[in-house]
Protein backbone atom coordinates (compact mmCIF):
# COMPACT_ATOMS: atom_id res chain seq x y z
CA UNK A 1 0.00 0.00 0.00
CA UNK A 2 1.06 3.33 -0.76
CA UNK A 3 2.31 6.55 1.75
CA UNK A 4 -0.52 8.03 0.05
CA UNK A 5 -3.51 5.33 0.72
CA UNK A 6 -2.06 4.92 4.00
CA UNK A 7 -2.53 9.01 4.95
CA UNK A 8 -6.39 8.67 3.10
CA UNK A 9 -7.05 5.94 5.52
CA UNK A 10 -5.49 7.45 8.45
CA UNK A 11 -7.72 10.54 7.63
CA UNK A 12 -10.77 8.31 7.49
CA UNK A 13 -9.98 6.48 11.03
CA UNK A 14 -9.06 9.84 12.29
CA UNK A 15 -12.80 10.68 11.51
CA UNK A 16 -14.20 8.01 12.41
CA UNK A 17 -12.95 8.67 15.70
CA UNK A 18 -14.02 11.87 16.37
CA UNK A 19 -17.49 11.23 15.11
CA UNK A 20 -17.65 8.56 18.31
CA UNK A 21 -16.75 11.85 20.23
CA UNK A 22 -13.12 10.36 21.04
CA UNK A 23 -10.85 14.15 21.97
CA UNK A 24 -9.53 15.49 18.81
CA UNK A 25 -6.05 15.47 20.17
CA UNK A 26 -6.27 11.20 21.33
CA UNK A 27 -8.05 10.87 17.91
CA UNK A 28 -4.68 12.39 16.04
CA UNK A 29 -2.43 10.79 18.24
CA UNK A 30 -4.29 7.30 17.65
CA UNK A 31 -4.26 7.88 13.95
CA UNK A 32 -0.66 9.05 13.60
CA UNK A 33 0.67 6.05 16.01
CA UNK A 34 -1.32 3.38 13.81
CA UNK A 35 -0.26 4.93 10.58
CA UNK A 36 3.24 5.52 11.54
CA UNK A 37 3.65 1.66 13.17
CA UNK A 38 2.45 0.36 10.24
CA UNK A 39 4.68 2.44 7.55
CA UNK A 40 7.58 1.22 10.01
CA UNK A 41 6.69 -2.33 10.39
CA UNK A 42 7.07 -1.73 14.27
CA UNK A 43 6.15 -0.19 17.47
CA UNK A 44 10.06 0.18 18.36
CA UNK A 45 10.87 3.15 16.54
CA UNK A 46 7.48 4.92 17.94
CA UNK A 47 8.66 4.18 21.53
CA UNK A 48 11.88 5.64 21.02
CA UNK A 49 10.58 8.77 19.97
CA UNK A 50 8.00 9.05 22.66
CA UNK A 51 10.14 8.44 25.70
CA UNK A 52 11.95 12.06 25.09
CA UNK A 53 8.73 13.99 23.07
CA UNK A 54 6.99 15.14 26.37
CA UNK A 55 10.49 16.50 27.51
CA UNK A 56 11.60 17.99 24.53
CA UNK A 57 8.65 19.83 24.22
CA UNK A 58 8.69 21.03 27.26
CA UNK A 59 12.17 22.30 27.76
CA UNK A 60 12.29 24.83 25.22
CA UNK A 61 13.33 27.85 26.79
CA UNK A 62 12.09 30.38 24.67
CA UNK A 63 8.58 29.66 25.11
CA UNK A 64 9.45 31.34 28.62
CA UNK A 65 8.84 34.69 27.08
CA UNK A 66 5.33 33.67 26.84
CA UNK A 67 3.97 34.23 30.67
CA UNK A 68 5.89 37.02 31.43
CA UNK A 69 4.39 38.68 28.27
CA UNK A 70 1.03 38.29 30.11
CA UNK A 71 2.35 39.19 33.92
CA UNK A 72 3.99 42.17 32.17
CA UNK A 73 0.33 42.66 30.67
CA UNK A 74 -1.25 42.76 33.91
CA UNK A 75 0.81 44.46 35.72
CA UNK A 76 0.26 47.16 32.77
CA UNK A 77 -3.48 46.71 32.94
CA UNK A 78 -3.34 47.21 36.95
CA UNK A 79 -1.11 49.93 37.49
CA UNK A 80 -3.65 52.30 34.93
CA UNK A 81 -0.74 51.97 31.94
CA UNK A 82 -2.92 50.29 29.74
CA UNK A 83 -5.86 52.89 30.45
CA UNK A 84 -3.76 56.10 29.86
CA UNK A 85 -2.08 54.51 26.47
CA UNK A 86 -5.41 54.21 25.46
CA UNK A 87 -6.56 57.48 26.28
CA UNK A 88 -3.21 58.70 24.75
CA UNK A 89 -3.77 56.45 21.43
CA UNK A 90 -7.47 57.93 21.00
CA UNK A 91 -6.44 61.34 21.52
CA UNK A 92 -3.98 60.97 18.79
CA UNK A 93 -5.69 59.40 16.09
CA UNK A 94 -9.36 59.01 17.34
CA UNK A 95 -10.48 61.85 15.20
CA UNK A 96 -9.67 59.83 11.98
CA UNK A 97 -11.93 57.37 10.73
CA UNK A 98 -11.24 53.88 12.28
CA UNK A 99 -9.80 55.39 14.80
CA UNK A 100 -7.98 53.62 17.88
CA UNK A 101 -9.58 50.26 15.73
CA UNK A 102 -7.13 50.39 13.01
CA UNK A 103 -4.14 51.18 15.38
Do not use: C, W
Request: aromatic share 12%; glycine share 12%.
Amino acid sequence: MSGMTVGFIMFAVLLALMVIRIPIGISMFIAGAGGYVYLTGSEVPLMASLKNLAYARLSNYDLVVIPLFLLMGQFATHGGLSRSLFRFVSAFIGHRKGGVAMA
